[in-house]
Structure formats: C-alpha cells, structure tokens
C-alpha cells in the first residue's frame, strides 16, 4: 500500500527536512502525494496529527541531530513517519529508538508515489527537479549509496515535462538535482547526457534559470567539453559544485573518489577559462582516517591555489556499513584543529572574493523572503544577494553591491517603488 494512504482517514501533516537539496525536493513531493491524497499540510508541529521527518545520515552529527529531534516530537506525543536517508539506511536503529512498529519512507518510494500520482503540485518561486537517484560512485566512507543506491536516471521527456510545469506554475529557479548530476545518463543507452539535457531545457520556453547540482570530478571529466558548451546558456546560472574532498592522491585513492587532484583542477581551470565571472564551490573531509599531517596539509594548498568562492569543510565520522567504519579514527582534537585550520584560510579568502564585487552593479533574480525582511536574490553567477528592499518574487532588477560579508553581498536596487507595475516593465532578466 502506499504510504500515503496507510492513515486512517485524512491527516493534518506537517513535515521537517535535514539534508540536501535532494531531500528538499523530496519534501516537495511528499507534500504533493500527501494533497493529492486528501492530507492537508500544515505549518506549526502543534497543529499536526501527524509528523514526517525527511532524515539525513551523512555524518554522524547530522544523525544525532535527527534521533534528537525523533525524541522530541515523541515526548510530545506525535505521531511520527521518518522519511529519507535514515529510513532506507538504518532502519534498525530508527525501530530501536522509536520503541517498536514505526512507518518507514525510503527516497525510492518517495519517488514512485510522486511519480504515480503525475502532479507536480509544487507552486513557488524555487523549484527542485531530480533528474536520477543514485549514483556511480563506490566511496569507501558514503552512507547515501545504501540509502539510494545505484544510478537510475530519469527520463528525459519526464524531466523536460516536470520543468515545463514547473515554469508554468510561476517557477523563476529550476534546481535540477541528484547525487551527481553529472552521471546523468550515464546508465542509459540513448547517449543523452547531462549537457544534452542542459540544452533541451534551455531550449524551452519562458522566463526560468537552472541552478545545475552537484557534479562530481570523475564524471564531469568525459563530458567537460560538451558540459562547458551547454553552460553557454544564458539560463543556466554559472556555478558548479564540484567535491574534491582532498588535496593528496593518497587520500582520494583511499577514499576511492576514482580521480586525482590534477583532475579536479583542470576542471576549475576549464571552468574558469570559460565563465570568467562564475562560482566554484567544493567540499573537503578533513581527518580522514589514513589521513597525515602532511596530506591535510595538501588540501591546505590546494584551497589556496584553487580559490573557491564557496567551501563546504566536513570532520570525517565514520558511517555504519561503509568500509572506512573497519578503518582506526583519528583523535577528534586533531580533527577539529584541521577543520579550524582549514576554515580559517577559507574565511580569508572568501572575504577577499567578496568585498571584490563592492561597488559593482549585477542582474538579481528574486527569489526568496528575508527572515528579516526584504529579500534574497541571485546573480548571475549564483551569488547570494540580499537586498533591503520589499521586491516582488520572481522578478529581477539590477541591484549595487553596496557591502559584503564572507558568505553573501549586500545590495540596493535601481526602483524606488519596486512593488509597482513600472518596476515589472522595467525589470531586466538576469
């Protein structure tokens, strides 16, 4: 039975997300299953009959994290459904803190009652897309591939469908999402890869711009070229996720990540050779279990080479059923003193990145609320901008970098009446 019909009768639900855009998504569709089958979907967890926590087990923070909160909302007597990561991964361990019979969501299922019920019932500004689930990869610490498991991707007239709605409904940004969106088609045998999808979504009608998600080095490598080719389009925001995780070869090979350093930097060279204005953003694990003093501090130099405008550190902990669990952990004061390490050369060099655009004048898009007010949008490039100004979603204006912190600009928008028709007619796209 599905799970969205294992309720007896309709139920006010209110759901909670930890994790990646990809469980974003999920959420989304939950949300669209749950109201295609009668639930009503409620804000406040005090208005609720019913909970589903959309769980995330990357790291071992993130899931103390979520068993903390699965005991919370037990304390408060709700009912609760553990969708995610941690529901197709660790089921025992849910069963044992949840005391019993307890209604389990894996992603697969999640997306097969979405896919059944062929309503993408998902309005708004921002819309996230997946394209596969699952991935390629065989990393020796990754709990995600029990979660997901190999690659599957999606059809490619199901995705431009999902998108063409998408941006029928009033979507202004199309995150297209998967575990590595480079992988895309990878498993298929009508050679559409993720630059030919690139370019059929581009090539739909409609005022819309595609945020591309994580793509990891060792599968962008054989469609680079082709990749750098799609990218071209002007509704394609230019940025790029790409995790190199370490600097030493010795620890990807460890890792099993199936590249090397010189790999990941000849893609951010290409990347940048192309797209001079563009955001590069990666990932480091540091204190990985075989990992030296003096191969933490490769990544240390690789940081500072490469410049990312965006890094994302992880203190490595070991995940149950991975090969790197068998592995002798380091001390945790070494691997925090890596991580500080590392982020404070990081911060450095992102305040450099950013007081850099002062004074400049960028496209925005408008997409979200600010949770003080105004409003957040995007440049070109994927930036963060915040401008402190009521502005109308969904639209774009040209905004003056006025100030700069190290992970967003500040900024002030050419409209004194943004809110008014003239500000529509006047607003240029990004």
Same mark, same amino acid.
């Given at each position: &039975? ?33 109201? =295609? ?32 909160? +699965? ?26 803190? @949840? ?8 992603? /697969? ?88 999808? +690139?370019? *059929? @979504? ?8 595609? *945020?591309?998600? &994580?793509? =990891? ?9 082709? @990749? ?24 990807? #090979?460890? &890792?099993? *990540? =199936?590249? #090397? ?57 070991? #995940? ?19 991580? #500080? ?19 400049? /004048?960028?496209?925005?898009?408008? /997409? ?15 930036? &963060? ?43 240029? =796209?990004?």
């Amino acid at each position: &039975m599905p799970f969205e019909n294992c309720f007896p009768g309709p139920q006010k639900i209110h759901l909670e997300t930890f994790g990646c855009t990809a469980n974003i998504g999920d959420t989304l569709k939950l949300q669209a299953v749950l109201r =295609n089958a009668g639930h009503t979907i409620v804000e406040g967890v005090q208005d609720a009959e019913v909970v589903i926590l959309n769980t995330c087990t990357v790291t071992r923070r993130t899931e103390l994290n979520v068993l903390k909160r +699965l005991r919370t909302l037990q304390a408060m007597g709700k009912a609760v459904v553990v969708a995610g990561c941690m529901a197709a991964a660790q089921r025992d361990l849910l069963t044992d803190v @949840l005391g019993g019979e307890v209604l389990l969501v894996t992603p /697969t299922e999640i997306q097969k009652s979405w896919h059944e019920t062929r309503d993408s019932d998902l309005d708004g500004v921002i819309s996230v897309i997946p394209i596969a689930l699952g991935c390629l990869g065989t990393c020796a610490y990754c709990i995600v591939k029990q979660a997901r498991g190999e690659l599957r991707s999606y059809r490619p007239a199901w995705i431009i469908e999902a998108v063409s709605s998408a941006v029928a409904r009033g979507a202004k940004e199309i995150r297209i999402t998967a575990q590595d969106c480079s992988a895309y088609g990878f498993d298929a045998a009508d050679g559409v890869r993720l630059p030919q999808l +690139l370019e *059929r @979504l581009t090539a739909l009608e409609g005022d819309f711009h595609i *945020r591309v998600g &994580m793509m =990891n080095p060792a599968t962008v490598l054989p469609i680079l070229d082709q @990749l750098l080719d799609a990218f071209e389009s002007e509704k394609i925001f230019k940025f790029f996720h790409v995790p190199v995780q370490s600097g030493s070869d010795e620890v990807l #090979r460890a &890792m099993r *990540r =199936n590249y #090397r350093v010189a790999d990941f930097v000849t893609i951010v060279t290409s990347l940048r050779d192309r797209f001079s204005d563009c955001t590069i953003s990666t990932d480091f694990i540091v204190g990985y279990p075989t990992e030296t003093e003096a191969q933490f501090l490769s990544s240390v130099r690789l940081l500072e080479a490469v410049h990312p405008e965006k890094v994302n550190i992880t203190k490595f902990s070991p #995940r149950p059923g991975t090969e790197a669990e068998t592995l002798k952990d380091l001390l945790e004061r070494d691997k925090k003193r890596r991580s #500080r390490i590392l982020t404070a050369h990081d911060h450095d060099l992102s305040c450099e990145r950013t007081t850099a655009v002062e004074g400049t /004048t960028v496209p925005v898009l408008i /997409t979200e609320q600010g949770k003080k007010g105004g409003v957040i949008g995007r440049d070109p490039a994927y930036r &963060m901008v915040v401008v402190h100004e009521e502005l109308p979603l969904g639209s774009s204006c040209e905004v003056t970098i006025t100030s700069a912190t190290s992970t967003y600009l500040i900024g002030r928008s050419s409209y004194q009446d943004c809110s008014s028709e003239g500000f529509r007619a006047c607003a240029t =796209n990004v």
